[in-house]
């Protein structure tokens, strides 16, 4: 794994996820100044400081947690800078570390959201194409049923069916109908 110590936040050059052979072997590039660097990390609340000679770090004791490191520029005992770098997501995987730089395992959370939020929304699209299909299903059966009564109304002779408009008297069961209703409601009463 690589790791390249600029202004700001230092990234690790990676393709998450890493599985890391024990120990972590860092091939670390600084900046050309006099003096030593150290790679600094805090691991589930232990510290370690270790050398960085010749680009080259060997991270030992990683187990799963949040690895927060730093590098630190120093001359004799003074630290003159220290550059921060991004947490590095460890994860036990049946005894080998798996290791995801922060920034990617944000990454990969968000895919995972997006994902989630697509299948989600196709999921809701057809419970309301079913729905709208149900709907006009229920419709349309009314609208049949709706004839047949009318038919039924005006062909019985007992019940003294005055002439009623199909429309009036799907009012009086309580729909509204639209013209291709109407003409529907006025076909099965020919039917009939």
Known sequence: MKLTVT????????????????PLILQVSVPPKTGDFF????????????????GKVEVRGLEAGVLHASVKHCVGDIVVREYPVEDLILKDLDGSIR?????EALREAYEA???????????????????E????QSREQMVALV??????YQGDIALNAKELPADEFA????????????????????KF
Do not use: F
């Not at 202004?7 to 890493?18: C, K, V």
């Not at 990390?41 to 050398?51: A, F, I, M, S």
């Not at 290791?99 to 920034?103: G, L």
């Not at 009012?171 to 020919?190: C, I, N």
């Open 7 to 22: 202004e700001g936040t230092s990234l690790y050059e990676s393709n998450a996820p890493y599985i890391i052979q024990k």
């Open 39 to 54: 790679y600094c990390t805090e691991l589930n609340g232990r510290t370690k400081q270790y050398y960085i000679g010749n």
């Open 99 to 103: 290791a995801t730089p922060e920034v």
């Open 113 to 131: 959201v997006q994902a989630a939020l697509k299948k989600e929304a196709r999921e809701r699209q057809t419970l309301a194409d079913e729905v």
């Open 133 to 136: 299909t149900y709907k006009q």
């Open 147 to 152: 004839g047949y009564a009318y038919a039924a």
């Open 171 to 190: 009012r009086v069961v309580g729909m509204e109908l639209t013209e291709t209703e109407k003409a529907t409601v006025l076909s099965q009463k020919e």
